[in-house]
T-cell receptor
Framework: QQQVKQSPQSLIVQKGGISIINCAYENTAFDYFPWYQQFPGKGPALLIAIRPDVSEKKEGRFTISFNKSAKQFSLHIMDSQPGDSATYFCAASGGNTDKLIFGTGTRLQVFP | GAVVSQHPSWVICKSGTSVKIECRSLDFQATTMFWYRQFPKQSLMLMATSNEGSKATYEQGVEKDKFLINHASLTLSTLTVTSAHPEDSSFYIC????????????FGPGTRLTVT
């Protein structure tokens, strides 16, 4: 019930392409869904987050799509750049917990 | 805003010694701070949640006597790894949530601990 499943485990995209990472959750009490970007040897940085009252949120090249009925949310990176190469984690929280439940991570590599 | 710092960024210590890691929220007050541990190519594992002025809440399987957490002020939390062993070698990351904030957690840059 507390798991967040993330796929794919790794992703290779050509520069300019679209990177798509998917996450699924089970706990319907979750009401906050952030995405974090982490570079090697650094802490995660909050990229973008969404709440269930909207189905999509866009910030620059990053878009979260949220499907409440399917209990799924995804991160789309438009015009992917080599500088986007990092590990991306989805997470969820809500209900009776303020803890973030993290997905397993997706290692993105963008080749020129 | 929402900057979190950690000190030190890396530390090497001998087996049996203790190491203290500091986590500071630089431009906001944090009523709640979280401590995570991350192994190479793995996700973040929550170790404990600390609220200012009260005892930390540890996750199942985390030894509270080994990983001492103190959250003495709204801008500082510390993690002390006592009697460190090589298996404690890991990347330790803290995060902080704003006082009066909703769910956003802001992460520090992490501390690489190596126990020899």
């Amino acid at each position: 019930q507390q798991q967040v499943k993330q796929s794919p485990q790794s992703l290779i995209v050509q520069k300019g392409g679209i990177s798509i990472i998917n996450c699924a959750y089970e706990n319907t009490a979750f009401d906050y869904f952030p995405w974090y970007q982490q570079f090697p040897g650094k802490g995660p940085a909050l990229l973008i987050a969404i709440r269930p009252d909207v189905s999509e949120k866009k910030e620059g090249r990053f878009t979260i799509s949220f499907n409440k009925s399917a209990k799924q949310f995804s991160l789309h990176i438009m015009d992917s750049q080599p500088g986007d190469s990092a590990t991306y984690f989805c997470a969820a929280s809500g209900g009776n917990t303020d803890k973030l439940i993290f997905g397993t991570g997706t290692r993105l590599q963008v080749f020129p | 805003g929402a900057v979190v710092s950690q000190h030190p960024s890396w530390v090497i210590c001998k087996s049996g010694t203790s190491v203290k890691i500091e986590c500071r929220s630089l431009d906001f007050q944090a009523t709640t701070m979280f401590w995570y541990r991350q192994f190479p190519k793995q996700s973040l594992m929550l170790m404990a949640t600390s609220n200012e002025g009260s005892k930390a809440t540890y996750e199942q399987g985390v030894e509270k006597d080994k990983f001492l957490i103190n959250h003495a002020s709204l801008t500082l939390s510390t993690l002390t790894v006592t009697s460190a062993h090589p298996e404690d070698s890991s990347f330790y990351i803290c995060s902080a949530r704003r006082a009066g904030g909703l769910s956003e957690q802001y992460f520090g840059p992490g501390t690489r601990l190596t126990v020899t």
